[in-house]
């Protein structure tokens, strides 16, 4: 099933519709020509009912149950229109908005208005001000996700806005406006106005004249989009700087699989063989870590491993609703036992034991400075949504995107404030499992830029369980190399709870338990020499990839 699906649309009696508004009985369009506001039967598009505006061109109106709110092109006065009553209110302009109006929806005793930030049409963010009544006074301001949002719409819990350029209906948290999810409007070309309820969501189609009805399934947890074909060669060569003879080394490399946004059409062919493999953890199955023992290695003398694979990949969505994912406590037993630290430290088994004290020296989550800004962040919050989010805001806004990487402690990371990818994810788990969120973190590689092309690009993203969701990708610095755009509300959201069709998951980084992580972290990784000489690894990757039509899981 299809997170959303085009279920009505139908051509609506107006000659020039401005914006909708949600009634029980149907679907309010405004005419900003005829000054007229009607009632239409979104299924079958008959007119059920005419009313006389109160204002002169009524571009955008909302519907609060009680009354129809109207806001005046010309004059940028706002009125509210009592329809059962027959008494109407008129605000004015509201002190400290910009005009014009953009969008506005009202619910409870609060209203949304969606302006430009600045008194001209500019490329800049749009704004969506919060206004308490009956006061009127304006308590919050926030950034639209786009600068082409246009319509407001409140579902009850969440609030909405559309994008009419990327044609994309985003659900805000209405107190602050972080963006939470999006769904992309299919068989839509020109959208215009939003109205969303629990299971609907409508828009007018400017270019065909038309009423949209869309249904919502919420229960979707996710969606999958784009979609490319990759064809992959990694490139491996170990070359001995000399003077002495490396004796024997090992080389770990953990093979791709099938993962929920990517699928492995030709399974990787490696050269030379392995001499051993070891098992790996993959979700809630098994990988695989192949193993290149390397015999006497000579000065000047290189030794090349090539893993080749076909692998597909897609843009992954999650579609994340704070009250649905749950609290602390709402964690499986199962769950909180394999990927919490504080309870991998009670198991019987001494080498795990041993294995989690060797990782707290990398984690630190028992130091009082990691302790302490963690409770600082949360001020004892309990949903696992805003547990994550908060955690994920303070690493993104704080800790600066440097590259290369360097294995160094959460405690350095948080007191020099930057870091690589990887460095990210360790501070990032690191707060997680001081706050009782189990986390790990996948590996992999990204087809970047052009599609066939030679180069390098590893990356490490942080995933956190979310119960009814299973595990969520957070990407802590997917975009943090962009100085002005690394923390703005859309590019936090693009990379929390989503992957890309560009990247591919290789394997994971914080593997614990598997046969693999017990014989990482109980055997020193050293090189065996005659006398003094350099290994030196080199990496490279090429790369053919394709645009692919996505499939459906």
């Known amino acids: 099933m299809r997170a959303i699906e085009l279920v009505h649309r139908v051509v609506v009696p107006t000659a020039s519709p401005a914006s909708i508004a949600f009634h029980e009985e149907g679907i309010w369009i405004a005419d900003v020509d005829k000054r007229l506001i009607v009632l239409v039967d979104y299924r079958s598009g008959s007119r059920l009912r005419d009313l006389a505006t109160i204002v002169?061109?009524?571009?955008?109106?909302?519907?609060?149950?009680?009354?129809?709110?109207?806001?005046d092109e010309e004059t940028s006065d706002l009125y509210k229109h009592g329809i059962i009553t027959g008494t109407s209110y008129r605000f004015g302009r509201v002190e400290g908005v910009n005009t014009p109006y953009y969008g506005f929806t009202y619910h409870g005793r609060t209203l949304w208005l969606l302006s430009p930030d600045q008194p001209e049409f500019t490329v800049s963010n749009n704004q969506i001000s919060?206004?308490?009544f009956p006061r009127n006074i304006q308590s919050e301001t926030f950034d639209a996700p786009t600068y082409s949002c246009r319509g407001l719409s409140h579902d009850g819990s969440y609030l909405w806005t559309l994008d009419v350029e990327g044609r994309e209906v985003f659900a805000l948290?209405?107190?602050?406006?972080?963006?939470?999810?999006?769904?992309t409007l299919p068989e839509c070309d020109s959208p215009s106005s939003l109205i969303v309820t629990e299971d609907r969501i409508w828009t007018l189609n400017l270019k065909t004249n038309e009423l949209l009805t869309y249904m919502l399934h919420r229960d979707v947890q996710y969606s999958l989009s784009g979609g490319r074909r990759s064809e992959i060669d990694l490139m491996y060569t170990l070359r001995n700087s000399g003077p002495g003879k490396i004796r024997q080394i090992e080389l770990y490399n953990s093979l791709p699989d099938n993962y929920i946004n990517q699928r492995i059409i030709e399974k990787p062919q490696i050269e030379p063989a392995p001499d051993y493999s070891l098992e790996s953890q993959w979700d809630e199955g098994v990988g695989q870590v192949v193993v290149h023992d390397i015999r006497d290695l000579g000065p000047a003398v290189d030794r090349q491993i090539k893993f080749s694979f076909t692998i597909d990949t897609m843009n992954l969505t999650y579609h994340l609703y704070p009250h649905k994912i749950g609290h602390?406590?709402?964690?499986?037993?199962?769950?909180?036992?394999k990927y919490l630290l504080k309870e991998m430290m009670n198991s019987p088994d001494e080498m795990v034991r041993d294995i989690v004290r060797k990782a707290q020296l990398l984690f630190q989550t028992g130091e009082r400075e990691i302790c302490d800004k963690v409770a600082q962040i949360l001020h004892g919050e309990t949903n696992l949504f805003w547990i994550a989010r908060r955690l994920y805001n303070f690493v993104v806004d704080n800790i600066k995107y440097v590259l290369p990487y360097t294995s160094i402690s959460s405690r350095k990371i948080l007191s020099q404030g930057k870091g690589s990818c990887g460095n990210h994810a360790t501070i990032f788990i690191a707060f997680c499992q001081v706050a009782g969120l189990p986390s790990r973190s996948i590996v992999g590689f990204s087809v970047w830029k052009d599609d066939s092309r030679l180069g390098y690009l590893d990356h490490e993203i942080p995933e956190v369980y979310f119960p009814n969701y299973g595990w969520v990708p957070i990407d802590t610095s997917r975009f943090m190399s962009l100085p002005i755009y690394g923390t703005h509300p859309l590019t936090k959201f693009r990379s929390f709870g989503s992957l890309n069709d560009r990247f591919f998951v290789n394997g994971f980084g914080r593997d614990l338990l598997s046969p693999f992580a017990l014989k990482r972290h109980t055997e020193e990784r050293l090189a065996r020499v005659d006398e003094p000489c350099e290994p030196d690894l080199r990496f490279f990757m090429r790369w053919n990839s394709q645009p692919i039509e996505t499939w459906r899981s």
């Open 130 to 132: 919060v206004i308490d």
């Open 56 to 71: 002169r061109r009524p571009q955008t109106i909302s519907w609060d149950g009680s009354y129809l709110w109207e806001y």
């Open 173 to 183: 948290d209405p107190s602050n406006g972080e963006v939470l999810t999006s769904y």
């Open 328 to 337: 602390l406590d709402s964690i499986p037993e199962h769950i909180r036992k």
